[in-house]
Protein backbone atom coordinates (compact mmCIF):
# COMPACT_ATOMS: atom_id res chain seq x y z
CA UNK A 1 0.00 0.00 0.00
CA UNK A 2 1.51 3.44 -0.73
CA UNK A 3 1.24 6.22 1.62
CA UNK A 4 -1.82 8.61 0.88
CA UNK A 5 -1.51 12.59 1.64
CA UNK A 6 -3.41 15.36 0.49
CA UNK A 7 -0.33 17.57 -0.65
CA UNK A 8 2.94 16.22 -1.84
CA UNK A 9 5.38 19.03 -2.31
CA UNK A 10 8.40 18.50 -4.69
CA UNK A 11 11.24 20.46 -3.71
CA UNK A 12 12.04 21.98 -0.33
CA UNK A 13 13.54 25.43 -1.60
CA UNK A 14 11.83 28.60 -0.78
CA UNK A 15 8.89 27.72 -2.67
CA UNK A 16 7.92 24.69 -1.87
CA UNK A 17 9.08 24.40 1.95
CA UNK A 18 6.83 27.51 2.51
CA UNK A 19 3.79 25.82 0.50
CA UNK A 20 4.17 22.79 2.88
CA UNK A 21 4.27 24.30 5.95
CA UNK A 22 1.19 26.46 4.94
CA UNK A 23 -1.03 23.26 3.72
CA UNK A 24 -0.04 21.57 6.95
CA UNK A 25 -1.34 24.87 8.77
CA UNK A 26 -4.52 24.30 6.29
CA UNK A 27 -5.51 21.29 8.19
CA UNK A 28 -3.95 19.30 5.11
CA UNK A 29 -1.85 16.30 5.55
CA UNK A 30 1.03 17.17 3.87
CA UNK A 31 4.87 16.25 2.24
CA UNK A 32 7.54 17.57 1.18
CA UNK A 33 10.31 15.64 -0.61
CA UNK A 34 13.71 17.74 -1.62
CA UNK A 35 16.97 16.29 -2.65
CA UNK A 36 19.32 18.67 -1.67
CA UNK A 37 22.88 17.09 0.12
CA UNK A 38 25.40 19.85 1.42
CA UNK A 39 28.90 19.37 0.72
CA UNK A 40 29.32 16.89 3.67
CA UNK A 41 26.88 14.86 2.38
CA UNK A 42 24.18 15.83 4.58
CA UNK A 43 19.90 16.13 3.54
CA UNK A 44 18.98 19.72 3.94
CA UNK A 45 15.99 22.02 3.29
CA UNK A 46 16.17 25.02 1.75
CA UNK A 47 17.29 24.75 -1.50
CA UNK A 48 19.32 26.97 -3.70
CA UNK A 49 18.42 30.30 -1.40
CA UNK A 50 19.80 28.75 1.95
CA UNK A 51 22.09 26.44 1.13
CA UNK A 52 24.45 28.31 -2.23
CA UNK A 53 22.29 31.47 -2.94
CA UNK A 54 20.64 34.24 -1.13
CA UNK A 55 21.67 33.40 2.49
CA UNK A 56 25.25 32.21 1.93
CA UNK A 57 26.18 35.27 -0.25
CA UNK A 58 24.46 38.09 1.54
CA UNK A 59 26.82 36.92 4.40
CA UNK A 60 29.82 37.10 2.53
CA UNK A 61 28.55 40.78 1.00
CA UNK A 62 27.74 41.63 4.91
CA UNK A 63 31.24 40.14 5.55
CA UNK A 64 33.36 41.99 2.76
CA UNK A 65 31.70 45.68 3.29
CA UNK A 66 32.14 45.66 7.05
CA UNK A 67 35.85 44.64 6.40
CA UNK A 68 35.94 47.49 3.64
CA UNK A 69 34.77 49.94 5.64
CA UNK A 70 36.63 49.54 8.65
CA UNK A 71 39.74 49.56 5.99
CA UNK A 72 38.88 52.60 4.22
CA UNK A 73 35.78 54.56 5.74
CA UNK A 74 36.20 54.25 9.50
CA UNK A 75 38.27 57.34 9.26
CA UNK A 76 35.96 60.03 7.99
CA UNK A 77 33.97 59.17 11.69
CA UNK A 78 37.35 59.87 13.26
CA UNK A 79 37.95 56.01 13.93
CA UNK A 80 41.74 54.79 13.97
CA UNK A 81 41.90 51.01 13.14
CA UNK A 82 45.47 49.61 12.03
CA UNK A 83 46.64 46.43 10.61
CA UNK A 84 43.06 45.76 9.52
CA UNK A 85 43.11 41.84 8.17
CA UNK A 86 40.66 39.33 7.16
CA UNK A 87 40.32 36.32 7.56
CA UNK A 88 38.71 34.10 5.20
CA UNK A 89 38.67 31.25 6.08
CA UNK A 90 36.85 32.46 9.52
CA UNK A 91 34.24 34.44 6.95
CA UNK A 92 33.36 31.46 5.31
CA UNK A 93 33.03 28.82 8.42
CA UNK A 94 30.69 32.04 9.85
CA UNK A 95 28.74 31.62 6.16
CA UNK A 96 28.08 28.01 6.22
CA UNK A 97 27.13 28.32 10.34
CA UNK A 98 24.36 30.50 9.30
CA UNK A 99 23.08 28.46 6.16
CA UNK A 100 23.16 25.46 8.77
CA UNK A 101 21.28 27.19 11.77
CA UNK A 102 18.69 28.25 8.94
CA UNK A 103 18.15 25.03 7.05
CA UNK A 104 17.88 23.25 10.67
CA UNK A 105 15.55 25.86 11.94
CA UNK A 106 13.03 24.70 8.41
CA UNK A 107 13.24 21.32 10.04
CA UNK A 108 12.35 22.53 13.19
CA UNK A 109 9.32 24.21 11.42
CA UNK A 110 8.27 21.04 9.35
CA UNK A 111 8.02 19.08 12.82
CA UNK A 112 5.78 21.99 14.51
CA UNK A 113 3.64 21.80 11.83
CA UNK A 114 3.32 18.02 10.99
CA UNK A 115 4.96 18.21 7.52
CA UNK A 116 6.62 14.70 7.02
CA UNK A 117 9.83 15.01 5.25
CA UNK A 118 11.27 13.02 2.66
CA UNK A 119 14.80 13.32 1.94
CA UNK A 120 15.69 12.10 -1.68
CA UNK A 121 14.77 12.93 -5.37
CA UNK A 122 10.73 13.02 -6.48
CA UNK A 123 9.36 12.33 -9.79
CA UNK A 124 5.81 12.96 -10.77
CA UNK A 125 3.90 9.94 -12.27
CA UNK A 126 0.16 9.92 -13.42
CA UNK A 127 -3.07 10.35 -11.83
CA UNK A 128 -0.55 12.30 -9.17
CA UNK A 129 0.99 9.56 -8.54
CA UNK A 130 4.68 10.69 -7.22
CA UNK A 131 8.15 8.14 -6.92
CA UNK A 132 9.99 8.65 -4.10
CA UNK A 133 13.72 7.73 -4.46
CA UNK A 134 15.98 7.76 -1.06
CA UNK A 135 19.38 8.33 -1.13
CA UNK A 136 20.01 4.75 -0.33
CA UNK A 137 18.37 4.33 -3.74
CA UNK A 138 15.06 2.83 -2.27
CA UNK A 139 11.90 3.65 -3.88
CA UNK A 140 8.60 3.76 -3.06
CA UNK A 141 5.13 5.32 -4.71
CA UNK A 142 2.95 8.05 -2.70
CA UNK A 143 -0.15 9.26 -3.66
CA UNK A 144 -1.68 13.09 -3.40
CA UNK A 145 -5.02 14.86 -3.84
CA UNK A 146 -2.44 17.43 -4.82
CA UNK A 147 0.86 17.82 -6.22
CA UNK A 148 2.72 21.28 -6.28
CA UNK A 149 5.91 21.05 -7.92
CA UNK A 150 8.71 23.42 -6.72
CA UNK A 151 12.25 22.05 -7.99
CA UNK A 152 14.00 25.35 -8.64
CA UNK A 153 16.68 26.48 -11.37
CA UNK A 154 20.33 25.96 -11.72
CA UNK A 155 22.95 28.01 -12.80
CA UNK A 156 23.23 27.92 -16.63
CA UNK A 157 26.46 26.58 -18.43
CA UNK A 158 27.99 28.14 -21.26
CA UNK A 159 30.49 25.97 -23.95
CA UNK A 160 33.37 28.79 -23.81
CA UNK A 161 33.72 28.33 -20.23
CA UNK A 162 32.91 24.81 -18.86
CA UNK A 163 32.91 24.16 -14.76
CA UNK A 164 36.51 23.00 -14.02
CA UNK A 165 37.39 21.93 -10.77
CA UNK A 166 38.14 25.32 -8.61
CA UNK A 167 39.38 27.26 -11.05
CA UNK A 168 36.00 28.07 -13.29
CA UNK A 169 33.28 27.70 -11.40
CA UNK A 170 29.36 28.46 -10.55
CA UNK A 171 27.99 30.71 -8.19
CA UNK A 172 28.20 27.84 -5.79
CA UNK A 173 31.80 27.74 -6.49
CA UNK A 174 32.52 31.10 -5.48
CA UNK A 175 30.85 30.81 -1.98
CA UNK A 176 33.23 28.71 -0.96
CA UNK A 177 37.11 30.63 -2.31
CA UNK A 178 39.50 30.15 0.84
CA UNK A 179 41.55 32.44 -0.44
CA UNK A 180 41.36 35.62 -2.04
CA UNK A 181 42.11 35.60 -5.53
CA UNK A 182 44.60 38.04 -6.98
CA UNK A 183 42.61 38.04 -10.19
CA UNK A 184 39.07 37.42 -10.47
CA UNK A 185 36.35 37.19 -14.04
CA UNK A 186 33.06 37.10 -13.71
CA UNK A 187 31.34 36.14 -16.82
CA UNK A 188 27.84 38.25 -16.54
CA UNK A 189 27.02 41.49 -15.08
CA UNK A 190 23.45 40.70 -13.33
CA UNK A 191 22.68 40.06 -9.89
CA UNK A 192 24.78 37.03 -9.17
CA UNK A 193 27.38 38.39 -10.99
CA UNK A 194 27.76 41.95 -9.28
CA UNK A 195 27.26 40.43 -5.63
CA UNK A 196 30.05 37.99 -6.14
CA UNK A 197 32.62 40.47 -7.71
CA UNK A 198 31.55 42.92 -4.98
CA UNK A 199 32.48 40.44 -2.19
CA UNK A 200 35.65 39.83 -3.83
CA UNK A 201 36.87 43.31 -4.96
CA UNK A 202 36.54 44.34 -1.41
CA UNK A 203 38.61 41.46 -0.19
CA UNK A 204 41.34 42.62 -2.75
CA UNK A 205 40.60 40.92 -6.03
CA UNK A 206 41.40 42.74 -9.39
CA UNK A 207 37.55 42.20 -10.61
CA UNK A 208 36.76 42.04 -14.10
CA UNK A 209 33.26 41.55 -15.32
CA UNK A 210 32.83 40.74 -19.22
CA UNK A 211 29.03 41.23 -19.85
CA UNK A 212 27.74 40.01 -23.54
CA UNK A 213 25.23 42.93 -23.57
CA UNK A 214 25.54 45.81 -25.04
CA UNK A 215 23.61 48.13 -22.18
CA UNK A 216 24.66 47.53 -18.57
CA UNK A 217 21.40 46.40 -16.60
CA UNK A 218 18.74 46.55 -19.30
CA UNK A 219 16.49 45.22 -16.93
CA UNK A 220 16.72 48.00 -14.98
CA UNK A 221 15.36 51.77 -15.14
CA UNK A 222 18.41 53.26 -17.13
CA UNK A 223 18.91 56.01 -14.27
CA UNK A 224 19.54 53.56 -11.90
CA UNK A 225 21.61 51.52 -14.42
CA UNK A 226 23.89 54.74 -15.28
CA UNK A 227 24.56 55.64 -11.92
CA UNK A 228 25.45 51.64 -10.89
CA UNK A 229 27.46 51.62 -13.62
CA UNK A 230 29.16 55.25 -12.76
CA UNK A 231 29.46 53.94 -8.53
CA UNK A 232 31.00 50.42 -9.33
CA UNK A 233 33.64 52.17 -12.12
CA UNK A 234 35.13 54.02 -8.58
CA UNK A 235 34.70 51.31 -6.56
CA UNK A 236 37.16 49.54 -9.02
CA UNK A 237 35.06 47.34 -10.84
CA UNK A 238 35.82 46.77 -14.28
CA UNK A 239 33.12 45.86 -16.01
CA UNK A 240 33.30 45.82 -19.53
CA UNK A 241 29.78 45.33 -21.65
CA UNK A 242 29.70 43.88 -25.13
CA UNK A 243 32.59 41.40 -24.51
CA UNK A 244 31.26 37.93 -25.87
CA UNK A 245 33.16 34.85 -24.25
CA UNK A 246 34.88 32.96 -27.06
CA UNK A 247 36.45 30.34 -24.90
CA UNK A 248 38.63 29.82 -22.09
CA UNK A 249 41.63 27.98 -21.02
CA UNK A 250 42.92 26.42 -17.70
CA UNK A 251 46.45 26.35 -17.55
CA UNK A 252 47.98 25.26 -14.18
CA UNK A 253 46.74 27.36 -11.52
CA UNK A 254 44.82 30.00 -13.99
CA UNK A 255 42.53 30.55 -16.84
CA UNK A 256 42.93 31.96 -20.20
CA UNK A 257 39.99 33.58 -21.63
CA UNK A 258 39.49 34.88 -25.39
CA UNK A 259 36.52 37.04 -25.73
CA UNK A 260 35.31 39.76 -28.55
CA UNK A 261 35.24 43.70 -27.28
CA UNK A 262 32.26 45.72 -28.24
CA UNK A 263 34.16 46.70 -31.48
CA UNK A 264 34.36 42.86 -32.41
CA UNK A 265 37.67 42.90 -31.69
CA UNK A 266 39.36 39.53 -29.99
CA UNK A 267 41.09 40.14 -26.66
CA UNK A 268 42.38 37.64 -23.96
CA UNK A 269 42.38 38.23 -20.38
CA UNK A 270 44.04 36.05 -17.92
CA UNK A 271 42.44 35.14 -14.58
CA UNK A 272 43.20 33.45 -10.77
CA UNK A 273 39.04 32.30 -10.69
CA UNK A 274 36.70 32.41 -13.01
CA UNK A 275 32.99 33.11 -12.15
CA UNK A 276 30.34 31.63 -15.00
CA UNK A 277 27.08 33.62 -14.26
CA UNK A 278 24.93 33.75 -17.19
CA UNK A 279 21.78 32.56 -15.64
CA UNK A 280 19.94 30.12 -14.47
CA UNK A 281 17.37 27.71 -15.79
CA UNK A 282 14.32 25.93 -14.69
CA UNK A 283 15.38 22.76 -12.67
CA UNK A 284 12.63 20.20 -14.42
CA UNK A 285 14.86 17.03 -15.68
CA UNK A 286 13.75 13.53 -14.39
CA UNK A 287 10.99 15.45 -11.90
CA UNK A 288 8.23 14.65 -14.80
CA UNK A 289 7.19 11.22 -16.10
CA UNK A 290 6.38 10.76 -20.09
CA UNK A 291 2.97 10.37 -18.77
CA UNK A 292 2.56 12.71 -15.85
CA UNK A 293 0.79 14.72 -18.53
CA UNK A 294 2.30 18.34 -17.29
CA UNK A 295 3.38 20.58 -20.35
CA UNK A 296 7.01 22.13 -20.39
CA UNK A 297 7.34 24.96 -23.38
CA UNK A 298 10.99 24.52 -25.22
CA UNK A 299 12.72 26.21 -22.35
CA UNK A 300 11.88 23.70 -19.62
CA UNK A 301 9.18 26.08 -17.71
CA UNK A 302 6.33 24.65 -16.47
CA UNK A 303 2.77 26.05 -18.42
CA UNK A 304 0.50 27.81 -15.92
CA UNK A 305 -2.12 30.02 -15.11
CA UNK A 306 -2.37 33.03 -13.02
CA UNK A 307 -2.52 30.58 -9.79
CA UNK A 308 0.16 28.55 -11.02
CA UNK A 309 -2.43 25.58 -12.10
CA UNK A 310 -0.48 23.41 -14.62
CA UNK A 311 -2.69 21.38 -17.52
CA UNK A 312 -3.07 18.20 -15.15
CA UNK A 313 -6.08 18.75 -12.72
CA UNK A 314 -4.50 18.89 -8.88
CA UNK A 315 -0.83 19.52 -10.30
CA UNK A 316 0.51 22.74 -9.41
CA UNK A 317 3.66 24.46 -10.25
CA UNK A 318 5.29 27.40 -8.87
CA UNK A 319 9.16 29.31 -8.28
CA UNK A 320 11.63 29.09 -10.57
CA UNK A 321 10.23 26.44 -13.09
CA UNK A 322 7.39 29.00 -14.42
CA UNK A 323 7.03 31.73 -15.80
CA UNK A 324 8.02 35.28 -13.85
CA UNK A 325 11.17 36.43 -12.35
CA UNK A 326 13.65 34.06 -10.48
CA UNK A 327 13.22 35.25 -6.94
CA UNK A 328 12.70 33.44 -3.44
CA UNK A 329 10.25 35.96 -2.41
CA UNK A 330 8.12 35.65 -5.36
CA UNK A 331 8.34 31.86 -5.07
CA UNK A 332 7.47 31.67 -1.21
CA UNK A 333 4.56 33.89 -2.45
CA UNK A 334 3.46 31.40 -4.75
CA UNK A 335 3.58 28.92 -2.37
CA UNK A 336 1.03 30.52 0.07
CA UNK A 337 -1.31 30.94 -2.88
CA UNK A 338 -1.16 27.36 -4.22
CA UNK A 339 -1.85 25.91 -0.85
CA UNK A 340 -4.58 28.25 -0.01
CA UNK A 341 -6.29 27.50 -3.31
CA UNK A 342 -6.14 23.53 -2.47
CA UNK A 343 -7.71 24.35 1.06
CA UNK A 344 -10.71 25.87 -0.86
CA UNK A 345 -9.75 29.62 -0.11
CA UNK A 346 -10.14 32.50 -2.55
CA UNK A 347 -6.26 33.78 -3.41
CA UNK A 348 -4.51 35.90 -5.91
CA UNK A 349 -1.17 36.82 -6.08
CA UNK A 350 -0.20 40.33 -7.25
CA UNK A 351 2.24 40.02 -9.91
CA UNK A 352 2.86 43.66 -10.26
CA UNK A 353 4.26 44.62 -7.40
CA UNK A 354 7.21 41.90 -6.95
CA UNK A 355 10.21 43.95 -6.01
CA UNK A 356 13.85 43.15 -7.44
CA UNK A 357 17.07 43.70 -5.27
CA UNK A 358 20.47 43.68 -6.24
CA UNK A 359 22.62 43.31 -2.64
CA UNK A 360 26.16 45.09 -3.96
CA UNK A 361 26.56 48.64 -2.09
CA UNK A 362 25.00 50.55 -2.89
CA UNK A 363 21.96 48.20 -3.50
CA UNK A 364 19.55 48.41 -6.17
CA UNK A 365 16.33 47.69 -5.19
CA UNK A 366 12.84 48.31 -8.07
CA UNK A 367 9.12 47.54 -8.25
CA UNK A 368 6.86 48.21 -10.94
CA UNK A 369 7.35 49.78 -14.29
CA UNK A 370 10.52 51.59 -15.34
CA UNK A 371 10.66 54.56 -17.90
CA UNK A 372 11.69 52.49 -21.07
CA UNK A 373 8.57 50.30 -20.32
CA UNK A 374 6.43 53.23 -19.79
CA UNK A 375 7.53 55.02 -22.28
CA UNK A 376 7.29 51.81 -24.92
CA UNK A 377 3.46 51.71 -23.62
CA UNK A 378 2.80 55.35 -24.54
CA UNK A 379 1.65 55.61 -20.73
CA UNK A 380 2.02 59.19 -19.82
CA UNK A 381 3.54 59.32 -16.41
CA UNK A 382 4.91 61.71 -13.67
CA UNK A 383 8.70 61.87 -12.41
CA UNK A 384 10.15 62.57 -9.20
CA UNK A 385 13.86 62.17 -7.81
CA UNK A 386 15.69 62.73 -4.53
CA UNK A 387 19.16 62.09 -4.06
CA UNK A 388 20.63 60.67 -0.72
CA UNK A 389 23.16 63.31 -1.33
CA UNK A 390 20.41 65.96 0.23
CA UNK A 391 19.51 63.70 3.57
CA UNK A 392 20.94 64.38 6.28
CA UNK A 393 20.62 60.92 7.82
CA UNK A 394 22.42 59.58 4.49
CA UNK A 395 25.14 62.52 5.02
CA UNK A 396 25.18 60.64 9.12
CA UNK A 397 25.98 57.77 7.83
CA UNK A 398 28.58 58.94 5.11
CA UNK A 399 26.18 56.93 2.38
CA UNK A 400 25.01 59.79 0.33
CA UNK A 401 25.48 57.50 -2.85
CA UNK A 402 22.09 57.16 -5.12
CA UNK A 403 18.83 58.27 -5.49
CA UNK A 404 14.73 57.82 -4.72
CA UNK A 405 13.07 57.59 -7.81
CA UNK A 406 9.15 57.61 -8.35
CA UNK A 407 7.11 57.63 -11.26
CA UNK A 408 3.58 58.51 -11.10
CA UNK A 409 0.67 58.32 -13.63
CA UNK A 410 0.20 61.80 -15.09
CA UNK A 411 -3.73 61.40 -15.26
CA UNK A 412 -4.79 59.62 -11.91
CA UNK A 413 -1.30 60.38 -9.92
CA UNK A 414 -1.12 56.49 -9.07
CA UNK A 415 2.59 55.21 -8.70
CA UNK A 416 3.69 53.34 -11.60
CA UNK A 417 7.03 52.45 -10.49
CA UNK A 418 9.46 53.16 -7.68
CA UNK A 419 13.75 52.59 -8.23
CA UNK A 420 16.00 52.79 -5.69
CA UNK A 421 20.06 52.89 -5.54
CA UNK A 422 21.17 53.67 -2.05
CA UNK A 423 22.35 52.66 0.85
CA UNK A 424 19.07 50.27 2.55
CA UNK A 425 17.58 50.20 -0.84
CA UNK A 426 16.46 46.74 -0.19
CA UNK A 427 14.75 47.95 3.09
CA UNK A 428 13.34 51.23 1.72
CA UNK A 429 11.45 49.57 -1.73
CA UNK A 430 8.80 47.89 0.55
CA UNK A 431 7.12 51.03 1.52
CA UNK A 432 6.82 51.67 -2.36
CA UNK A 433 5.76 47.91 -2.62
CA UNK A 434 2.66 48.56 -0.18
CA UNK A 435 1.85 51.89 -1.81
CA UNK A 436 1.43 50.25 -4.58
CA UNK A 437 -0.56 47.16 -3.38
CA UNK A 438 -3.00 49.79 -2.40
CA UNK A 439 -3.35 51.67 -4.92
CA UNK A 440 -1.95 54.63 -3.33
CA UNK A 441 -0.89 57.77 -5.50
CA UNK A 442 1.89 59.89 -5.31
CA UNK A 443 0.30 62.66 -3.20
CA UNK A 444 -0.89 59.65 -1.06
CA UNK A 445 2.86 59.47 -0.05
CA UNK A 446 3.42 62.73 -0.24
CA UNK A 447 0.90 63.16 2.82
CA UNK A 448 2.21 61.03 4.90
CA UNK A 449 4.22 61.62 7.81
CA UNK A 450 7.98 60.11 7.93
CA UNK A 451 10.27 60.02 10.72
CA UNK A 452 13.55 62.59 10.90
CA UNK A 453 15.81 61.98 10.27
CA UNK A 454 15.94 58.95 8.72
CA UNK A 455 16.84 57.70 5.14
CA UNK A 456 13.43 56.83 4.05
CA UNK A 457 12.66 60.61 4.56
CA UNK A 458 13.84 59.89 0.85
CA UNK A 459 10.99 58.46 -0.39
CA UNK A 460 8.83 61.16 0.78
CA UNK A 461 10.77 63.63 -0.78
CA UNK A 462 10.79 61.72 -4.22
CA UNK A 463 6.81 61.78 -3.75
CA UNK A 464 6.65 65.32 -3.49
CA UNK A 465 8.92 66.01 -6.13
CA UNK A 466 6.24 64.00 -8.45
CA UNK A 467 4.26 67.08 -8.74
CA UNK A 468 7.36 69.81 -8.35
CA UNK A 469 6.66 69.89 -4.64
CA UNK A 470 10.51 68.36 -2.96
CA UNK A 471 11.26 70.35 0.16
CA UNK A 472 14.79 69.60 0.36
CA UNK A 473 16.24 69.59 -3.02
CA UNK A 474 15.72 72.41 -6.04
CA UNK A 475 12.84 71.21 -8.05
CA UNK A 476 12.62 70.68 -11.53
CA UNK A 477 10.88 72.78 -13.84
CA UNK A 478 8.15 71.20 -15.38
CA UNK A 479 7.54 71.60 -19.06
Known amino acids: MSEKFDVIVIG ?6 VAAIRAAQLGLKTACIEKWLDKDNKPKLGGTCLNVGCIPSKALLDSSHKYHDAKEEFAVHG ?16 KDKIVNQLTGGIAGLFKANGVTSFEGFGKLLANKKVEFTAHDGSVQTL ?32 LEFRE ?19 VWKR ?26 AKIFKKQGLDIRVGARVTGSEVKGEEVEVTYLDAKGEEQKQTFDKLIVAVGRKPFTDGCLAADSGVNLDERGFVFVDEQCRT ?55 WVG ?21 ASGRAMAAND ?26 ADLIAQAVIAMEFGSTAEDIALTVFAHPTVSEAVHEAALAVDGHAIHVANRKRK
Not at 407 to 419: K, M, S
Open 180 to 198: VPKRLGVIGAGVIGLELGS
Open 79 to 94: IGVDGVSMDVNAMVDR
Open 400 to 425: TDGFVKMLACEETDRILGCHIIGGHA
Open 203 to 228: LGSEVVVLEAQDQFLSLCDQDLAKEA
Open 143 to 174: EAGNVILATGSVPVNIPPAPRTGDIIVDNEGA
Open 12 to 17: GGPGGY
Open 369 to 389: KNEQQLKAEGVKYKVGKFPFA
Open 311 to 365: NVPGVFAIGDIVRGPMLAHKASEEGVMVADIIAGHKAQMNYDCIPSVIYTHPELA
